[in-house]
């Protein structure tokens, strides 16, 4: 009987902060600890981060759903440190827009410096001039769970 030589093959896996065909690169932090702060602060609700940028441009960061039933989704958006203004791209307006007309529920979530917002994904378009808040984490957890 013949004998078949072995091969080893080694796989090294790369670590990078930014995935490879990323678009504009997503960066560890780009939410600037958004999404942890969100389940650490409203912990009986469901959170659910979605990172589908190669699938399905302009979908939010977040899907939750609250211990009454309430679901929804949430973009967040963080001032520069240099105080450069959050803006969404055209992809994720048409997404929420879309979501919205089928009466799904979609917020942007703010954040600038300390302090949190939160604006209806109704607005969107000029959801900076949309922002309720500062709010605290009694009543983001109030505006989230009401239908």
Known sequence: MRKIPEFKVE???????????????IRRGQDDGMRALF?????EFHWV?????????????????APNGVSGWIEFKCYGKKGQIPALKPSQIGWIDRRIRVKGRVFIG????????????????????????PLSWAEIREHLRTR
């Not at 670590?15 to 690169?25: D, E, H, L």
């Not at 981060?49 to 899907?63: K, M």
């Not at 703010?110 to 001039?129: I, Q, S, T, Y």
Request: with cysteine.
């Open 39 to 43: 389940k650490k602060n409203l912990p």
């Open 11 to 25: 796989i090294k896996r790369e670590i990078s902060p930014t995935p490879r065909g990323a678009p504009g690169g």
């Open 110 to 133: 703010v954040k600038k410096g300390e302090k949190l917002f939160l604006a209806p994904g109704e607005r969107a378009r000029d959801f900076l001039d949309a922002l309720m808040g």
């Open 49 to 65: 981060p979605v990172e589908t940028w190669a699938l399905n441009a302009g979908v939010p960061d977040v899907e939750f759903c």
